[in-house]
């Protein structure tokens, strides 16, 4: 489940469930790495020196008079590296979940630097040699893609632009297919260019060299990767419209049950019961009733007959409706998602 550092909203755009994921560090403690990140270094030297402090930040409300304060202090992410080596290239990376297609919103201030005044965002990465790179110079004076395969960085596109060090500047970024395209406050910075080195990858923030740069006010709005155990609930209850609900459970990192996938959606992360965790622990199956519905949680198996998951099937109630009446009616559902499933890992991609 995300923390109070992350918030995340549903919304239905035409026919596809949009997500927004925005990145709020007022909850993170000062000086140090919000939760959901890791620090890497791409090219040469150490990694970076990332944590959270507070800045000036314009302030959002209206000026009522000259003695109305124009500034603000927010929680900011700051990268404080000031290793010199040219091809040295701190990474901050949320690593809870790649996107596919996304439009990112992020603010940057270059603070410093002798070398370098660069920030920038990497995206649809790989690992610390293959990504992609969108980047504001201070130094020069232009906004820069490039991509790194295997190591090797591509010659660098973009144009001119002015991007002064100490007053914030935003950034924009599509990524739709294998179209690129940024904005550098509001003007188009990368017009549409195409690249099919990465389909799919990880978001996160990038310096340069020596450059000190803060970030703040990062939005993400994306389509969410379905897992499988997503696809199999969606395709059962279509086959199955009657289904009063449909669950899968797995265990989370303390081995405790949670909704993985769910006919309804606002269930997903909600915790399992003691039926869960048997049926996954030991295989067990168990069945109840309530006044209009019955309910039956069986273990999902890997192709190797151990249970890796739990599946909770509820179905509207009738007239003598018995225990064994209910499993029988049950056991194909899961059946069918079963033999659609070979091991856990599979599941959760």
Same mark, same amino acid.
């Given at each position: ?14 026919? @596809? ?12 403690? @000062? ?10 270094? @791409? ?155 990465? @389909? ?150």
């Amino acid at each position: 489940m995300l923390s109070r550092i992350l918030w995340l909203w549903l919304a239905f755009l035409g026919s @596809a469930t949009a997500a927004e994921l925005a990145f709020d560090f007022s909850a993170v403690p @000062a000086r140090q790495i919000p939760p959901g990140f890791t620090n890497l270094v @791409a090219g040469k030297g150490k990694p970076g020196d990332w944590r959270v402090i507070t800045d000036e930040f314009p302030s959002a409300l209206p000026a009522l008079n000259e003695k109305t304060p124009t500034m603000t202090q927010r929680s900011v992410l700051g990268q404080f590296s000031i290793e010199v080596t040219d091809e040295h290239f701190p990474i901050l990376l949320y690593d809870r979940e790649p996107f596919t297609d996304f439009t990112l919103m992020t603010k940057f201030k270059l603070v410093d630097g002798v070398v370098e005044q660069m920030a920038g965002i990497v995206f649809r990465l790989q690992d610390e040699k293959n990504f992609y790179v969108i980047r504001a110079s201070g130094l020069g004076n232009n906004v820069r893609f490039y991509k790194m395969v295997a190591g090797l960085r591509s010659a660098p596109l973009g144009p001119e632009l002015p991007v002064p060090r100490g007053v914030w500047h935003e950034l924009k970024i599509e990524c739709q297919g294998n179209r690129i395209h940024a904005w550098l406050n509001g003007q188009e910075a990368i017009p549409t260019l195409t690249d099919t080195s990465f @389909a799919a990858g990880k978001i996160g923030f990038w310096t340069k060299s020596d450059a000190i740069s803060y970030f703040t006010d990062t939005k993400i709005t994306y389509i969410p990767r379905e897992t499988l155990a997503q696809v199999l609930v969606r395709d059962t209850v279509a086959k199955n419209p009657r289904l009063v609900g449909l669950k899968i459970y797995l265990c989370d990192e303390n081995g405790e049950p949670r909704v993985a996938a769910s006919k309804d959606a606002k269930e997903v992360g909600a915790a399992g019961g003691d039926a869960e965790k048997q049926a996954i622990a030991g295989g067990k199956i168990f069945y109840g009733k309530g006044r209009d519905t019955v309910a039956v949680v069986q273990p999902l198996r890997d192709r190797n007959g151990e249970p890796i998951a739990a599946v909770r099937v509820t179905m509207k109630s009738f007239t003598g409706q018995t225990e064994q009446s209910a499993l029988q009616r049950a056991l194909p559902i899961v059946k069918g998602m079963q033999s659609r499933v070979r091991n856990l890992a599979e599941l959760k991609d």
